[in-house]
């Protein structure tokens, strides 16, 4: 297991006692920022502050660390880094708001693209050759890459704050964006449908995910300790729109910017409101009813209009996500589907190593 101190990099390896313990304590020039472990090839990329990519052998008792090659991939701190084995390619993002590629044998640098704001998500799809990048401005850049070329495919704008998170399913073609906004929107890319549905189920930014591809569940983290695992085996519902009105579109009575109709009909304007299932602008009355609607991927309670309430079922307010609390602000999380572990590394510069079986399976 690694973890990225100040100007430090650490293997730590389970020792006959159950504990973990380093067996490597190598010194950086510059505080590390980020990395990328290969176990094929035991290739450890590390991004450090100065911008700079070092890159690593790990020895196969995991006691050794043999530098390879450092990259100038940055002109300030690294944010992510990617390695792509079948292109010998190494991703990287960096606070100088360039995306670049460069080839991990020659370390050569193939390309690069600006992007709108300092990007803070990375996924790659190897079979398309396709990158997505998440911003901290909330939005997702896709890149069709060349070998030192790239063309803007299109960019995704759906979530309030920056993006914090990306994971991207390659079976069924799904991207998976988190964000300071407390939300998750998962992007229907393979389907060519368009559709964007969102996942509600933390009080604060969501910091990391991950997906068990063998079992289609999602596995988000946030600042508010929590881990939420979906089940993206069922068949979600998209949120609709807000519709705009004047007026409420239930009972017909003025919103407080109608001044003519409040004239005419002698009534004081109220203020608007959404149900969330049926996306009609309604007044507080008309939406006095709180309810979740998982399949919508509310987890939590909000609010619906009266008749909306009325028709959703038990059934259809059965949860599709599990609740964990692992009391520390996740910051990166790391899951390993053959064994079933999640590894979590928080704020409090504590790594926790959970079972995820009961649950992932």
Known sequence: MKRKYAGTVRVWLKRDSGQYWPSIYHVMPSPCSCMSFNPETRRLSIGLDNGTISEFILSEDYNKMTPVKNYQAHQSRVTMILFVLELEWVLST????????????????????????????????????????????????????????????????????????LCWDPVQRVLFSGSSDHSVIMWDIGGRKGTAIELQGHNDKVQALSYAQH???????????GIVVWNMDVERQETPEWLDSDSCQKCDQPFFWNFKQMWDSKKIGLRQHHCRKCGKAVCGKCSSKRSSIPLMGFEFEVRVCDSCHESITDEERAPTATFHDSKHNIVHVHFDATRGWLLTSGTDKVIKLWDMTPVVS
């Open 94 to 165: 960096g606070q100088d708001k360039q995306f670049a590629w460069h080839c991990s044998e020659s370390g050569q640098r193939l390309g690069g693209y600006r992007t709108s704001a300092v990007a803070s998500g990375l996924q790659f799809d190897v079979e398309t050759r396709h990158v997505f990048i998440g911003d901290h401005s909330g939005q997702v850049t896709i890149l069709k890459l060349e070998q030192e070329n790239c063309t803007l495919v299109t960019t995704f704008r759906g979530h309030t704050g920056g993006v914090t998170a």
């Open 215 to 225: 079992t289609r569940q999602l596995i988000s983290c946030g600042g508010d300790g």
